[in-house]
């Protein structure tokens, strides 16, 4: 039996396949399948191509599939874009009325189905892709109940006609592969039954955010970001919190900051051409020491770049962006999973070091689904609230006025001196974008300059956070560097890179972007290589990781930036030549496989010009 399939649909966008997509991947997540989707979108509301493919397994999958089993067809653009990523011999199951062709040199089995004349026979042209959901539980071996079930609870609000028309399709798409095909199935193994949650990093990060004590979010629609606002919109009025959609992303940042000064733990959420708009702002927040959370899914860039495709180009523009120094703290989470807990954490980071605290999400994480299970969801096993070093209110009436010193020399083990809350008496400061004395006024006293540049830069030099999480063989040769979205990838191809090498692989996930946790990058790579993955053009990561110390002669890169994500494919044949030797700097991607480079680092870059 298999442990694993992948069923991939293709068709028109905009023709309701997001729904179809997404009851299929719900019913098996809910079956107790470990599920990971992800789509190919255009940048348009309807019209165009899309896809969506779904790996279904009784094993945890994170990763996009190395082949298709099932896919199913409803125009010849989707045979021609989509049929040669299935396994030979695959099911290739189409539409019948528009004479489906396979492209030359596709091994599979093409059947076709009258989906559009059943759906009309039905009186309702959107039945189609219910009749889809039928035939390919038929295929799977999937039971019908459960797709049954999910409906009543999806569609249940529109009566019991249109749920009862439903059942209709699904029963007749079911019993039209069951009467046809009767002996072609894929042998799916059965799950364990247990029930589990299938979430988007966007649900996710709304829920981390709700645990974590968040009651404001202040947001401009963005791709592929403003999922998290949709979430909080509906869930914040059940806590006494609100979702604001503000006039431009600068707005966003600057209300996050004043809610931040007067003590609400406040987050905005946004993309690439958002977070340009913010840097002024963020700096703000460094100068004036406020907490503030900031959620980066990144795209494709520069400008408008390619809004649906996957990147991780921002990284040094959430640690350096804007003008200046100051402090603020990046973090990368590997799965949807765990931005839920990270999201959480995020809010006591910046409550703690009273700086920006940016979660570089990225667009696969943030849109694609993924199986969460249920315990990372429990309140009582994520972060507790930690508002850190607040003024004593006894204290601060004992001070007497204009005593109080915000910006004071005591400062605790994180660097930073406790902060009042508005209404606190005695406890008035000057909060100012220029700098400052103590107690908050304006200065531009050099040796004052320097003292506040210090205390403000050096509370991030040992942020306590669980900045790395190691997997695989201890004392490795090559150690895998990976976050966001390539973790997935990365953790899959470990075991078959040492199978077909005998070495040892390890794999390092970075969970703390900045500071660059440099040391335990060392500790964990030993005396083997670093090959870091990471979805841009320049090896952002890699570049911060040499800038901060690491062995330059240490660290290979593997870079992709076609817009598409990593396989376990690209990340195995980019282990393979730098253990061979072959190559230190290797890209992947843009139809053309895994090859060599130049050194793509800024640093290079530099030092050429």
Not at 354 to 371: G, K, M, N, Y
Not at 508 to 535: C, N
Request: charged share 20%; with cysteine.
């Amino acid at each position: 039996m298999l442990k694993e399939v992948c069923w991939q649909i293709g068709g028109e966008q905009g023709s309701g396949l997001d729904s179809t997509a997404e009851v299929f991947n719900t019913v098996a997540s809910r079956a107790g399948y470990y599920v990971y989707a992800y789509k190919t979108f255009a940048s348009r509301i309807k019209g165009g191509h899309t896809d969506f493919t779904t790996r279904i397994s009784v094993e945890r999958v994170q990763a996009p599939a190395a082949g298709v089993n099932l896919l199913v067809v409803l125009d010849q653009e989707s045979i021609n874009l989509c049929a040669r990523n299935v396994y030979p011999g695959a099911i290739v199951l189409a539409e019948e009325s528009f004479d489906p062709q396979l492209p030359e040199g596709v091994d599979a089995r093409l059947l076709t189905m009258p989906f559009n004349k059943m759906a009309l026979a039905l009186g309702n042209p959107l039945m189609k892709n219910n009749l889809v959901l039928g035939a390919s539980a038929a295929f799977l071996g999937l039971p019908l109940e459960h797709f049954k079930k999910y409906a009543v609870r999806r569609w249940g609000n529109k009566g019991e006609d249109f749920v009862a028309l439903i059942h209709q399709a699904m029963d007749q798409g079911y019993n039209y592969v069951e009467e046809h095909w009767p002996d072609l199935r894929l042998d799916l193994a059965h799950p364990d039954g247990q029930e589990r949650l299938l979430m988007t990093g966007n649900d996710a990060v709304a829920l981390g955010a709700l645990a974590g004590g968040c009651r404001l979010m202040f947001s401009y629609p963005i791709t592929p970001a403003s999922e998290i606002a949709e979430n909080l919109v509906k869930a914040f009025p059940k806590v006494g919190g609100i979702a604001v959609q503000m006039e431009d992303e600068l707005g966003s940042i600057v209300a996050c900051v004043g809610a931040g000064f007067a003590g609400a733990r406040a987050m905005t959420a946004t993309s690439g051409p958002g977070i340009s708009l913010m840097q002024e702002a963020i700096g703000l927040a460094s100068m004036t020491e406020t907490p503030v959370v900031v959620v980066d899914t990144q795209r494709g860039g520069p400008s408008t770049g390619m809004p649906t495709k996957q990147e991780q180009s921002d990284l040094l523009a959430l640690a350096y962006g804007g003008h200046g120094e100051g402090p603020r703290i990046v973090l990368a989470p590997g799965s949807v999973e765990e931005l839920i807990p990270m999201t959480a954490e995020a809010f006591n980071l910046a409550d703690n070091y009273h700086c920006p605290v940016l979660i570089a999400s990225d667009l696969a994480l943030a849109l694609f689904q993924q199986t969460v299970e249920p315990a990372a969801a429990d309140l009582a096993a994520l972060p507790k609230i930690d508002r850190g070093p607040i003024a004593d209110p006894a204290e601060l009436a004992a001070l007497g006025r204009d005593v109080f010193e915000r910006y004071s020399k005591q400062v605790n083990e994180n660097g930073v001196s406790v902060r009042s809350l508005p209404g606190m008496k005695n406890g008035q400061f000057l909060a100012t974008g220029a700098e400052h004395g103590p107690m908050g006024k304006v200065t531009e006293n050099p040796a004052n300059r320097v003292y506040m540049m210090n205390r403000r830069l050096r509370r991030i030099t040992h942020v306590k956070t669980e900045a790395v999480r190691y997997f695989g063989s201890p004392n490795a040769d090559l150690v895998l560097l990976a976050f966001g979205t390539t973790l997935g990838a990365a953790k899959e191809a470990q075991p078959i890179i040492e199978q077909l090498t005998g070495k040892k692989v390890g794999v390092l996930q970075i969970r703390l972007i900045h500071p660059v946790p440099v040391a335990e990058v060392a500790r964990y790579v030993g005396t083997g290589k670093a090959l870091v993955v990471e979805s841009n053009a320049t090896g952002q990561f890699a570049f911060m990781l040499k800038g901060a110390g690491y062995d330059a002669a240490k660290v290979a890169s593997l870079l992709r930036y076609d817009g598409n994500l990593f396989t376990v494919k690209d990340i195995v044949d980019g282990a393979r030549a730098v253990l061979s030797g072959e190559a230190q700097y290797l890209v992947t991607g843009g139809g053309q496989g895994v090859r060599p480079t130049e050194d793509p680092t800024i640093a290079r870059a530099a030092k050429e010009a």
